[in-house]
């Protein structure tokens, strides 16, 4: 069966550090991937997604990227964090192919 | 622009009564639809979803309906229980290579007991 996972859980970082967070998917090839931010009191907003190794597109302008270095793994990067930047970000996967999604559990992010 | 609009942030139902929640669009080219449920400090998990090619979807206590003409689709709980409680999240995608899906701001649903 297929596995979404997500870290770390929780982190607080400091304004100007960087960031880099994880998302690898296992039991499955060739997944599409995405990071979702989720804002306090607001929606789940698509950052960026990818349906290959170096496959990038951003969906917002912002002070994040996104890389994909091997066909199951997302990591989510920023070189100096905002306090703006603050937010729980989610992971996903969904099979090449119109289906749904399946979420790992999340990261939230305060940037103090 | 918010193409996926979730206009009730909150909602409270009786345990045993009906919850609806509602959802509009404004993009024609969406095509599928989905409903997540979302727990706090967890990624959402995906509920029920909904084919342009269908007005209505089942499972189990969960309903879809989808009003094309409308751009409007609703989420029905029958019946409603306390554990039901959470944020649900509506979510569109259009017929393309990646099949990406914009997401509505989601609808705090309270089940009292």
């Known amino acids: 069966s297929q596995t979404i996972h997500q870290w770390p859980a929780t982190l607080v970082q400091p304004v100007g550090s960087p960031l880099s967070l994880e998302c690898t998917v296992e039991g499955t090839s060739n997944p599409n991937l995405y990071w979702y931010r989720q804002a306090a009191g607001r929606g789940l907003q698509l950052l960026f997604y990818?349906?290959?190794?170096?496959?990038i597109s951003s969906e917002v302008p912002q002070n994040l990227s996104a890389s994909r270095p091997q066909d199951r793994q997302f990591i989510l990067s920023s070189k100096k964090l905002l306090l703006s930047d603050s937010g729980f970000y989610l992971c996903?996967?969904?099979?090449?192919?119109?289906?749904?999604?399946?979420f790992g559990s999340g990261t939230r992010l305060t940037v103090v | 622009d918010q193409q996926v609009k979730q206009n009730s942030p909150s909602l409270s139902v009786q345990e045993g009564r009906i919850s609806i929640l509602n959802c509009d669009y404004t993009n024609s080219m969406f095509d599928y639809f989905l409903w997540y449920k979302k727990y706090p400090a967890e990624g959402p998990t995906f509920l029920i979803s909904?084919?342009?090619?269908?007005d209505k979807n089942e499972d189990g206590r969960f309903t879809v309906f989808l009003n094309k003409s409308a751009k409007h689709l609703s989420l029905h709980i029958v019946p409603s229980q306390p554990g039901d409680s959470a944020v649900y999240f509506c979510?569109?995608?259009?017929?393309?290579?990646?099949?990406?899906?914009?997401f509505g701001t989601g609808t705090r649903l309270k089940v009292l007991a």
């Open positions: 979510a569109a995608s259009a017929a393309s290579g990646t099949y990406k899906y914009i």
């Open positions: 996903a996967w969904s099979p090449a192919g119109r289906s749904g999604y399946t």
């Open positions: 990818s349906v290959g190794i170096g496959q």
């Open positions: 909904i084919s342009s090619i269908k």
